[in-house]
């Protein structure tokens, strides 16, 4: 069974299932996001689950982290369920190291958040045959990009923008003028060898859906990233943290849509890209 087939199925699966599986976390507390019932968390190797990285955690209820701040170390308990996962059950047990501060690097202009109206510098990446491809290779169509990477064990993050992409791909396959992307950010383990078995089956049969890899393009991926709206570091350590974001621009690179994280409707994205190259 083909990788991306496997994820379609345990997202499936996972969503049918009745069970919750309890893992027990450490790490440390980098921000609360009260409005958003997001907790996120720098946290350990979750055995059985994943690899340290810096993540968001959902929460039930705000009152699961009262008395708790920025650079608490906590032990809690992280709930896979039917069709959420979510934290509950904070315990502080002292005080935790935070992440270095990012380098004065990406402060330059270069890196700074591109505004809806604004243009994204073209950049260099490599395709599933690990030929250099430019975003300016693609300039006259429109183009919806999305920021994935294959060791995302959370079936409501990478994966379900995946599952989202695919939908859109579908949706606009008979039109010449745009063109979907996922593009890794993960620039070590996502080789372009890599990155064809994990997704290279299911866009087989698409002309306007396409899978890039940043092997060997650190400033390419992070200037495309910052531009876009999207945050990842700790890949060199092999802990990766970040957040989600997709956005849209137009055949000259014109930045006309964003959607951040993961909860994004699809049904309303489409409606959205129609009405934009109207």
Request: aromatic share 12%.
């Amino acid at each position: 069974m083909k990788k991306l087939t496997l994820i379609i199925f345990i997202i499936i699966a996972f969503n049918c299932s009745a069970s919750e599986k309890s893992y027990p976390v450490k790490g440390t507390i980098i921000e609360i996001m009260a409005d958003s019932l997001i907790i996120v968390i720098a946290h350990d190797t979750i055995p059985n689950l994943m690899m340290p990285m810096i993540m968001p955690f959902d929460l039930k209820n705000i009152q699961e982290v009262n008395g708790l701040t920025i650079g608490d170390s906590v032990h809690f308990e992280f709930i896979w369920g039917e069709t959420i996962t979510f934290a509950r059950k904070f315990k502080k047990v002292g005080i935790g190291n935070l992440p270095e501060e990012e380098d004065d690097f990406f402060e330059d202009e270069t890196y700074s958040e591109r505004r809806i109206g604004e243009y994204i510098d073209d950049i260099t990446l490599l395709n599933l045959d690990s030929s250099f491809v430019r975003l300016s290779d693609s300039d006259g169509k429109y183009r919806f990009i999305s920021f994935v990477f294959t060791r995302c064990p959370m079936p409501n993050m990478c994966p379900a923008v995946v599952i989202k992409n695919d939908y859109l791909v579908k949706s606009f396959k008979v039109n010449k003028n745009i063109e979907f992307i996922m593009i890794s950010f993960d620039y070590r383990n996502d080789t372009p060898s890599v990155l064809k078995e994990f997704y290279g089956s299911a866009i087989s049969g698409y002309d306007n859906w396409k899978v890039l890899s940043s092997t060997g393009r650190i400033d390419d991926i992070y200037r495309l990233a910052k531009q876009s709206g999207c945050n990842f570091w700790g890949i060199e350590e092999n802990k990766i943290g970040h957040t989600l974001q997709s956005f849209f621009i137009g055949p000259n690179r014109k930045l006309l849509g964003k959607w951040p994280g993961d909860s994004w409707r699809a049904g309303n994205v489409k409606n959205a890209i129609t009405a934009l190259m109207k």
